[in-house]
T-cell receptor, first 111, second 112 residues
């Protein structure tokens, strides 16, 4: 099955510390990977797409096909980064080219 | 553009009642999907559509129906509500170019 694994349900870091949210995927074709962020009781917002190789709000993510990972990183965490983060997988081998989401990681940045 | 609009924001139903969650987008997106969000389970795909007149089932379709008569609208119908359908429901849309889904603000549904 094509799936996404986020091994950490909860992650706490101190303000100014580096943060890494892990995402591993299982997919037999060329994956399209995304990170979404959800601030408290709000809608999900697209944070990053692997194909665009951009940096948003200081976050970056690199697709590692060898390790089948797409970890989200930020060198210096800020309090406003506290949120729920979801990794999502899409691809032409998935029925209807749909998105499949991981179970999410709740990040808390401690002041 | 309003983006993706969902109504209502909150709803309480009694077991066995039916209702329709509304979703509309004004971005002319071809793809639309419904997800439910439950603690510890992330987002699970209920139904999706790749264009007007075309719908298909996702991971958890039982108890839900959808239709897509126009590009803009993608309503989700609960046929006979059950407590297990208590959840937050998100509608999302995107283009075929797949720059990522745009999500609505969600409907928080409680079935008692």
């Amino acid at each position: 099955a094509q799936r996404v694994t986020q091994p950490e349900k909860l992650l706490s870091v101190f303000k100014g510390a580096p943060v890494e949210l892990k995402c591993n995927y299982s997919y037999s074709g060329s994956p399209e990977l995304f990170w979404y962020v959800q601030y408290s009781r709000q809608r999900l917002q697209l944070l990053l797409r692997h194909i665009s190789r951009e940096s948003i709000k200081g976050f970056t993510a690199d697709l590692n096909k060898g390790e089948t990972s797409f970890h989200l990183k930020k060198p210096f965490a800020q309090e406003e980064d506290s949120a729920m983060y979801y990794c999502a997988l899409s691809g032409r081998l998935l029925t209807g080219n749909q998105f499949y989401f991981g179970t999410g990681t709740s990040l808390t940045v401690i002041p | 553009n309003a983006g993706v609009t969902q109504t209502p924001k909150f709803q309480v139903l009694k077991t066995g009642q039916s209702m329709t969650l509304q979703c509309a987008q004004d971005m002319n997106h071809e793809y639309m999907s419904w997800y439910r969000q439950d603690p510890g389970m992330g987002l699970r795909l209920i139904h999706y559509s790749v264009g007007a007149g075309i719908t298909d089932q996702g991971e958890v379709p039982n108890g839900y129906n959808v239709s897509r008569s126009t590009t803009e609208d993608f309503p989700l119908r609960l046929l006979s509500a059950a407590p297990s359908q208590t959840s937050v429901y998100f509608c999302a849309s995107r283009t075929t170019a797949n720059y990522g889904y745009t999500f609505g603000s969600g409907t928080r549904l409680t079935v008692v």
